[in-house]
């Protein structure tokens, strides 16, 4: 139990263009939802919390012009880097959670290779 | 200080060995302890989540914490080339306050 499922895992753009990554809890509801960009050998950083049917709340130093995030259903979540630039280049990694006091469970994460 | 403190490693063992994975934090207030680990190129794996001071045993996974030493770990019994990854630890605070250390990279040599 407990899957989430993130899409693309891969995704290669031209500079100014805009992607969207989406992540689904599988097999149960999750009312929030988390948002993680990972550096090569660096840890997870947090970017955003969603919410189900409210905004988002963004970590400080990420832009939510940039990072847009949706989180439009109990199961759906995503996340779309507007006009993107090299520099947006990294691992996105989404996690849900069931209940307050569960643990995080975490997609398959999604490179993004902006060129 | 960090809020989680993890030893970066790498840390490199023979196949077989007992690996200890550790991990000290600042706040005493942390309710919820995990281990994940993490693959090159995916997401974190939950393998751990314990609430309270002792052990907890899953397989070849052993999850200690010893709240009074702000300290926890994660002992994988008779290591395989296959736990060849990041181990990450993560500590939460309780609504929706997660904290997670810098991982050690494990190599399990066959």
């Known amino acids: 139990g407990a899957v989430v499922s993130q899409h693309p895992s891969r995704v290669i753009c031209k500079s100014g263009t805009s992607v969207k990554i989406e992540c689904r809890s599988l097999?149960?509801?999750?009312?929030?939802m988390f948002w993680y960009r990972q550096f090569p050998k660096q840890s997870l950083m947090l970017m955003a919390t969603?919410?189900?049917?409210?905004?988002?709340?963004?970590e400080q130093g990420v832009e939510k012009d940039k990072f847009l995030i949706n989180h439009a259903s109990l199961t759906l979540s995503t996340l779309t880097v507007t006009s993107a630039h090299p520099e947006d280049s990294s691992f996105y990694i989404c996690?849900?959670?069931?209940?307050?006091?569960?643990?995080?469970?975490f997609g398959n994460g999604t490179r993004l290779t902006v060129t | 200080q960090k809020e989680v403190e993890q030893d970066p490693g790498p840390l490199s063992v023979p196949e077989g060995a007992i690996v200890s994975l550790n991990c000290t934090y600042s706040n005493s207030a942390f309710q919820y302890f995990m281990w994940y680990r993490q693959y090159s190129r995916k997401g974190p794996e939950l393998l751990m989540y314990?609430?309270?001071?002792g052990n907890k045993e899953d397989g070849r996974f052993t999850a200690q914490v010893d709240k009074s030493s702000k300290y926890i770990s994660l002992f994988i019994r008779d290591s395989q080339p296959s736990d060849s990854a990041t181990y990450l630890c993560?500590?939460?605070?309780?609504?929706?306050?997660?904290?997670f250390g810098t991982g050690t990279s494990l190599t399990v040599i066959p």
């Open positions: 996690s849900a959670r069931l209940s307050y006091n569960s643990p995080l469970h």
């Open positions: 969603s919410n189900e049917g409210s905004k988002a709340t963004y």
């Open positions: 314990t609430y309270s001071s």
């Open positions: 993560a500590i939460d605070l309780a609504g929706n306050q997660f904290y």
């Open positions: 097999d149960f509801q999750a009312t929030t």
